[in-house]
């Protein structure tokens, strides 16, 4: 295998073209056997619900080169999980989890150069997304369904890696709230936080960190990653209607059971923002993302040493990543290896 001729080690987190995508339409009650494309453009029906009603999701996983050169998939089963909770909340068709593992297998496999060396940093980011296709003007939902997986090889979320980032509180913007659809992965709750995290960006933030739309008093979630605070060997994470379950988050509460950390998930009221001693952000874009400060109302809460990872968050960092790079054993069974051949 010839290795895609690019910088591994510098890649930012964005598109690149790559050989291969696969699709898979649901036609008549049935899903077509995938079918594997260099194509970057897809031609759906003007009418097509996802383009009007918002029938639209998606996932994002991360698959990893290991030290033997096998490639592994992190909680693939989760994202397939998910994907099927937000399809059916959404009322769309859910993808069979098989169907979902060997589409990413193949599309992987096809992919094979573009997958960044052990060692790099980097890894291949893969992107499942499930459209609702058939034509229809009444609000209702789609007949046929298209499922794609993408893939694009990827550095940091945040520019800088594992560096502290800095985020401001949003009271104005909700990204999504009680009862609504923050707790699946559609397109819709980033169309509607797209100007919040641009202004916090235009502000020299990297990103806001959104209150519960009721009350505007409990900490949510970033716009692209679950939120988490140490205080008193206790990991804190909020729980909320109106989050996306981060399988990040799953794991790194996990991990930190294992370190010996008290792990509670609950609302996390914004009167205890100057309580933390670390902070973070977590997802599979952002992994664990240090976070410097949060500022409220005017007031930067700082947590740790400016420009530095917290004791804990580092640990909590070096554990999930020796797993997902296959330096440390698996002893929950979070990774499987892909095939060489389907
Ligand atoms: N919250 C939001 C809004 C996200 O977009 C993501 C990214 O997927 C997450 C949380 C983290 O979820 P995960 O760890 O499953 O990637
Ligand atoms: C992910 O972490 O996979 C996401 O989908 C977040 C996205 C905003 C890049």
Same mark, same amino acid.
């Given at each position: 295998?010839?290795?895609?001729?690019?910088?591994?080690?510098?890649?930012?987190?964005?598109?690149?073209?790559?050989?291969?995508?696969?699709?898979?339409?649901?036609?008549?009650?049935?899903?077509?056997?995938?079918?594997?494309?260099?194509?970057?453009?897809?031609?759906?029906?003007?009418?097509?619900?996802?383009?009007?009603?918002?029938?639209?999701?998606?996932?994002?996983?991360?698959?990893?080169?290991?030290?033997?050169?096998?490639?592994?998939?992190?909680?693939?089963?989760?994202?397939?999980?998910?994907?099927?909770?937000?399809?059916?909340?959404?009322?769309?068709?859910?993808?069979?989890?098989?169907?979902?593992?060997?589409?990413?297998?193949?599309?992987?496999?096809?992919?094979?150069? $573009? #997958?960044? %060396?052990? @060692?790099?940093?980097?890894?291949?980011?893969?992107? *499942?997304?499930? /459209?609702?296709?058939?034509? !229809?003007?009444?609000?209702?939902?789609?007949?046929?369904?298209?499922?794609?997986? $993408? #893939?694009? %090889?990827? @550095?940091?979320?945040?520019?800088?890696?594992?560096? *502290?980032?800095? /985020?401001?509180?949003?009271? !104005?913007?909700?990204?999504?709230?009680?009862?609504?659809?923050?707790?699946?992965?559609?397109?819709?709750?980033?169309?509607?936080?797209?100007?919040?995290?641009?202004?916090?960006?235009?502000?020299?933030?990297?990103?806001?960190?959104?209150?519960?739309?009721?009350?505007?008093?409990?900490?949510?979630?970033?716009?692209?990653?679950?939120?988490?605070?140490?205080?008193?060997?206790?990991?804190?994470?909020?729980?909320?209607?109106?989050?996306?379950?981060?399988?990040?988050?799953?794991?790194?509460?996990?991990?930190?059971?294992?370190?010996?950390?008290?792990?509670?998930?609950?609302?996390?009221?914004?009167?205890?923002?100057?309580?933390?001693?670390?902070?973070?952000?977590?997802?599979?874009?952002?992994?664990?993302?240090?976070?410097?400060?949060?500022?409220?109302?005017?007031?930067?809460?700082?947590?740790?040493?400016?420009?530095?990872?917290?004791?804990?968050?580092?640990?909590?960092?070096?554990?999930?990543?020796?797993?997902?790079?296959?330096?440390?054993?698996?002893?929950?069974?979070?990774?499987?290896?892909?095939?060489?051949?389907?």
């Amino acid at each position: 295998m010839e290795r895609a001729d690019l910088d591994f080690a510098h890649l930012p987190f964005a598109y690149r073209k790559t050989d291969a995508n696969i699709r898979y339409w649901f036609r008549d009650g049935a899903w077509t056997e995938g079918e594997l494309t260099s194509d970057e453009t897809i031609t759906l029906h003007m009418a097509s619900t996802c383009l009007h009603y918002g029938q639209e999701i998606f996932e994002g996983l991360k698959v990893f080169e290991r030290p033997d050169g096998r490639i592994q998939t992190f909680r693939l089963d989760e994202n397939a999980k998910r994907l099927q909770r937000s399809a059916r909340k959404l009322l769309m068709e859910p993808v069979p989890e098989d169907l979902f593992r060997e589409a990413v297998h193949r599309v992987v496999r096809a992919n094979r150069r $573009f #997958v960044p %060396p052990y @060692g790099s940093g980097a890894s291949l980011y893969v992107r *499942p997304l499930l /459209l609702g296709a058939s034509a !229809e003007v009444g609000v209702k939902p789609s007949q046929e369904y298209l499922f794609l997986v $993408f #893939v694009t %090889p990827v @550095g940091p979320y945040y520019k800088a890696g594992f560096e *502290p980032v800095r /985020l401001i509180v949003e009271e !104005e913007i909700d990204r999504a709230a009680p009862g609504g659809v923050g707790d699946v992965k559609c397109g819709g709750n980033y169309a509607a936080g797209l100007r919040a995290t641009m202004g916090a960006k235009d502000k020299g933030y990297s990103e806001v960190l959104y209150l519960d739309a009721r009350e505007k008093r409990y900490i949510d979630e970033s716009g692209s990653s679950n939120f988490y605070a140490i205080r008193d060997n206790t990991y804190i994470t909020p729980s909320s209607p109106s989050i996306l379950p981060s399988i990040t988050n799953m794991s790194v509460r996990q991990l930190a059971r294992d370190m010996g950390l008290a792990v509670e998930q609950r609302p996390v009221s914004v009167d205890e923002l100057g309580t933390f001693e670390e902070a973070g952000c977590l997802g599979t874009a952002a992994v664990i993302t240090p976070v410097e400060s949060i500022t409220y109302r005017g007031t930067e809460y700082v947590y740790g040493k400016r420009g530095e990872a917290g004791p804990v968050t580092t640990e909590l960092y070096k554990r999930l990543t020796a797993i997902q790079w296959g330096e440390a054993e698996d002893p929950y069974g979070w990774t499987e290896i892909i095939p060489e051949e389907g």
